[in-house]
């Protein structure tokens, strides 16, 4: 598990940002650069749930642990180049944005 070293409450940079080895590809498929803007991913999100909320974990203390609707968390954190999650469906639904711009995410898993 990630613990959050700062005394501020984040992450710490390099952690969330370098996050993407970690990542179970079985479930994620990474964004192609041509798409990555925050239409595209809010679509994308919007497709695969009813949901309107998100839960963040990000790099910084500003944004993390915090709900907020998706688009707005999206178009906040999308090119921002820090690291983050955007959790969807208490998990079953992700995006990941690491510091890096080719470096995005949507992962979806789902039981059943």
Not at 24 to 34: A, V
Not at 62 to 72: A, C, F, P
Request: a negative charge; charged letters at 25%.
């Amino acid at each position: 598990m990630t613990q959050k070293p700062n005394s501020n409450g984040g992450y710490g940079f390099g952690q969330l940002a370098h996050f993407t080895s970690e990542l179970d590809m079985k479930y994620c498929k990474q964004i192609p650069s041509r798409y990555q803007y925050a239409d595209y991913v809010i679509e994308e999100i919007k497709g695969l749930t009813k949901s309107a909320e998100c839960y963040i974990m990000h790099e910084s203390s500003d944004l993390d642990g915090k709900w907020m609707n998706i688009e707005e968390a999206i178009k906040q954190i999308l090119g921002s180049n820090l690291g983050a999650f955007v959790i969807v469906d208490n998990g079953d639904i992700i995006y990941h944005e690491s510091e890096n711009i080719k470096e995005r995410y949507i992962g979806v898993r789902r039981e059943g």
